[in-house]
């Protein structure tokens, strides 16, 4: 019988580890990136909300806040799928050097795409060169899992 | 000591692989489907996307895209939370049959989904169907993963 | 080598396998929340929706059913990377007392936190809390996973 490929004996799982959870905290960290842009403008998402700061409103449609709130969106297109499809392809026994640079490209990627889309926006196709790149490195992460699962 | 399930001995497991991963590549697919109805009508959700293309325009309201989006939000309302549930599953050692089939048949119900919702659009209850065969299978896996571990 | 942490030998795993069930089913409570103020208010998001319950209109600006959106996607954008830093903080091999409790207050504030949004409106900073006490979980968990993979 096999034994299981994750536990941390398996350089590819602690390699996973390691992206994985720099990934959590980067989708927890477009929360005070919005905070930032609520505050700073007064407008909050829900009537509630603007009672603790002075001159507050209600506003769905700041260019700001909603361009902060896409990269989020953005994120939880692509980053929860990431997770669990790394979590397969670590299944199939990648060679560590392919698995770790696949990681690393998808991670950096997804700071890029935040960093060019809602920190500072350069114009495309910076953001959709960083996008591609993530969405490329899954693309290939699941279908060595599908191969394998044949 | 229990050996892990979490292994390609274990076909149950194997069987995840495979329909996860084929999930992975069905929310992918969302991003294509809403970029055919974004260049076809060259309405664009950030300013820095309309340089690229001659005549493009802003718009958040467009009923064709926003069907697409919509899709796109349903996926990951649904399809993120079954992968968990259905990898804790695996735990719970079920029965081959049944374990493949829940897998096909929420792979099956998510792929009806969207098809209805943003490619074809058919008449409900076509659209309610898909969602509802989808989400019993998930609170069916979820329920048994809770008897499980009680 | 050492053995897999992911079995139901390792009560940390039970545990998560329980809590973790526990969230995917409250994030799947979202719909039916949704789905009493849509057929109350007879108000749906698609123009196919309106067919089957009379004098129902499309509309995308009712406050109370826009409300209980936020909170669902507030839910996509908090739990799912939950669910993942808490997998990886298994591999940590963490005390089960500190685990345990972690799983529960990232659980239990979820689960105030729609309430206290989406069931019944309490003032803030109710919300704010609710949402702070699983944003520390996670990074917390988070930042474990990454100081253990260094």
Redesign the interface.
């Known amino acids: 019988?096999?034994?299981?490929?994750?536990?941390?004996?398996n350089p590819v799982?602690?390699?996973?580890?390691?992206y994985?959870?720099?990934?959590?905290?980067k989708?927890?960290f477009?929360?005070p990136l919005t905070a930032r842009q609520r505050f700073s403008k007064r407008i909050f998402?829900?009537p509630?909300?603007t009672?603790?700061t002075p001159k507050a409103k209600v506003k769905h449609d700041d260019p700001d806040i909603e361009?902060v709130r896409?990269a989020?969106l953005n994120d939880?297109?692509n980053?929860?799928?990431f997770?669990?499809?790394a979590l397969?392809y670590i299944?199939t026994n990648p060679a560590y050097f392919l698995a770790v640079n696949l990681f690393r490209i998808f991670t950096i990627a997804r700071i890029i795409h935040t960093f060019v889309?809602a920190v500072v926006?350069?114009?495309?196709?910076a953001?959709a060169l960083a996008w591609g790149a993530g969405?490329a490195a899954?693309?290939y992460v699941?279908?060595q899992?599908?191969l394998?699962?044949?």
């Open positions: 019988m096999s034994s299981s490929l994750y536990t941390t004996d799982f602690s390699a996973y580890l390691f994985c959870a720099i990934l959590v905290l989708v927890l477009m929360a998402i829900s509630e909300d009672t603790l361009r896409r989020h939880l297109e980053i929860p799928v997770m669990v499809a397969l299944a889309y926006v350069i114009p495309q196709p953001r969405y899954t693309i699941a279908v899992v599908i394998f699962s044949l």
